[in-house]
Each structure stands twice: as structure tokens, then as C-alpha cells.
């Protein structure tokens, strides 16, 4: 497809268990960015790769959050013991000037 | 620490009229600026920027203006169309002359045109 794709689109988990959100950005895009939006609240920066560059992690909340993105290519939001804080739309977003966003993934931790 | 701001929650306008959605900033870093809309369910969708070595930027019916000084953009469409009602964020980088960087996004605007 022409966008940036995320899966799944909605993920129920229980308390404490380990979950992986996957983003297919825009064949040919650079950069790519992980947001969450919580309840209520506008979108929060999570993490950024650039080209071949270290990831700007700055934005992830805790050690239980980790990222990787694979060939320059797809990448994995990996949220490990998760807590119902958590629970939020996880946005991806690829760009090579103006970042385009993907349709998001809904977290729900129960 | 909020470094973007949107004050209004929501918006209603008359469909033809003006719509004016504002953003406050508070760092001074911050060199580029993006409207997003997004409709539920969806991600958001690129809108306009600017740059800020400019003041105004327009495309069609959507206008920003950036006021260093007061550190105040706004996103003004004209006229204003049901199809417009969405929400509405304002977005900040650091992005050194580009348009590359994470953004810094506002809480959004709730804009609902009626006809």
C-alpha cells in the first residue's frame, strides 16, 4: 500500500504480559517515529530512527519500552510487563520531510 | 511541561465563515511548525507548515501565521467546510533548517463546522 501500516489495530492484554505493535512505513522513507496518545491528551514522542543513525530514545517513558527497526525498513514497539498506564494509540509515523502517520494501533491493558 | 499549547478544547463555526484555531509555544528553539487533522479512528494527516523564517504560509483555503515574538502560530481556514470538522493539532520541532526532528505536539482543537 501507498501509507504507513500498523498492526494490529486494537490489542486487548492482561496486566504484566508482554505485547509487540508492528509499523510498514512508506517504501523509501527514512525516518521513522513512534508517538502514543492517551486519553484525553495530545501526541507524546516516544522514539525516532534516522538513516543508519542511533535512535533518539528520549521520549520512551520507562525501561519497559524498547524499539527496533529492522533493514531500515519495518519496526517494533515492544512494551514489556505492561501496566493499564499504558493503555493509549500508538501512532507510527515515517517521513522524509513531513511525517506521515499510520492509522495507529489501540492498547488496552486490563 | 506543556512546551505546546492549544487553550481551546473546541471550536464550533458556521459553515462559510472563518475558522481560527491558535497554538502557543515556549521554546524558543523550536524552528518548524505543522498543523495536523485527524479524524477519528484515523492517524493524523499533514495539513500545512512553517517555516520560522517565514511569517504566513498558504494552501488553498488553509493559512498559517507564525508570531515569533509573541511565540503564536494559528491555522486559519477560509471558508470553512462541514467536511473541515476534526481534530485539529498544532505541532513543533527543532529541526535545524529542515523539516526532520520529533515533533512536539499540542492537546488539539475539536473544530465542528455546522452547515
Redesign the interface.
Known sequence: GAG?SQSPSNKVTEKGKDVELRCDPISGHT?L?W?RQSL??????LI?F?GNSAP?K??LPSDRFSAERTGGSVSTLTIQRTQQEDSAVY?C?S?L????????TRLTVT | DQQVKQNSPSLSVQEGRISILNCDYTNSMFDYFLWYKKYPAEGPTFLISISSIKDKNEDGRFTVFLNKSAKHLSLHIVPSQPGDSAVYFCAASIAGGTSYGKLTFGQGTILTVHP
Open positions: 504507513v525516518a517515529y508517538y484525553g491528551q495530545g501526541l507524546e514522542f525516532y534516522q533518539d528520549s521520549g501512532l509515523a517521513s520531510s513531513e511525517q506521515y502517520f499510520g492509522p495507529g
